[in-house]
């Protein structure tokens, strides 16, 4: 079973990286956003892959103009690795739901599937992760694609924790400008960079910058920072 050993390292990896289960709060600081995004995150190594998921929660928002929820989003990825070699065969469901004052509508499903490969440093203070993945987005777009690097890098002696990643995908959207003009667009960029400074082996501060195009129906480079608090089980 010649996957075992890099299954092995990954698992070290998660635990040294504390990645295993952690709940994020931030309070967003972009201009007409006005909200706080509650996160929970989960990774799990076993002897087949990997498995990581996510949800997130909006709360308000002035352009949402709700109290409690106003958007909720997730991803479940699952990474399958029958070999001692960093390329994995990756799945993915992505899918949620947003409301405002007005309506609610959900966020159309999208299901994934390609490969992807991991660097991991040998002192585990660096890890890179890319895939290119095929894309069917249900009732809208058959057959696209997106290309999503992770990485994680640790700084001055693991008191300070950069990660992050980026997505790039293609899907027709209907975007709208600052005076509500309207636009069709081929394409989407996400970016989410963190920094956390390590106070405890639980407990972390740091921050998250949003950078999109062409994302949630705003047209153009859009940039939002947060303040954020995370707590690690």
Do not use: C
């Not at 992505?94 to 409301?99: A, Y």
């Not at 809208?140 to 995908?169: C, E, P």
């Not at 972390?204 to 859009?222: D, H, P, R, Y």
Request: charged share 15%.
């Amino acid at each position: 079973m010649k996957y075992i050993p890099l299954l092995f390292v990954l698992s070290i990896f998660s635990f040294e990286i504390s990645t295993a289960q952690n709940l994020q709060t931030h309070f967003d600081l972009g201009e007409d956003r006005q909200m706080v995004t509650a996160t929970f995150e989960m990774f799990k190594v076993d002897e087949l892959g990997n498995t990581f998921y996510f949800i997130d929660f909006n709360f308000g928002g002035a352009k949402a103009n709700v109290e409690g929820v106003s958007s909720a989003y997730y991803e479940i990825a699952r990474s399958f690795l029958f070999w001692d070699n960093p390329f994995a065969l990756h799945v993915e469901l992505n899918s949620g739901m947003f409301r405002n004052d007005t309506f609610s509508a959900p966020i159309n499903q999208a299901y994934l599937a390609g490969s992807s490969y991991t660097f991991i440093a040998q002192d585990f203070s660096k890890t890179f992760k890319v895939a290119l993945l095929y894309k069917y987005i249900q009732n809208k777009t058959n057959a696209s694609f997106q290309l999503n690097t992770v990485w994680q890098i640790k700084l001055a002696n693991d008191a300070l924790i950069f990660k992050g990643f980026t997505d790039f995908w293609k899907e027709e959207n209907l975007v709208f400008d600052d005076q509500s003009n309207s636009y069709t667009t081929d394409f989407v960029f996400l970016s989410e960079p963190q920094l956390w400074y390590v106070l405890t082996p639980k407990f972390q501060l740091g921050s998250e910058v949003e950078i999109s195009a062409n994302f949630a129906a705003n047209k153009g480079l859009m940039i939002n920072p947060t303040l954020g608090i995370k707590w690690i089980f």
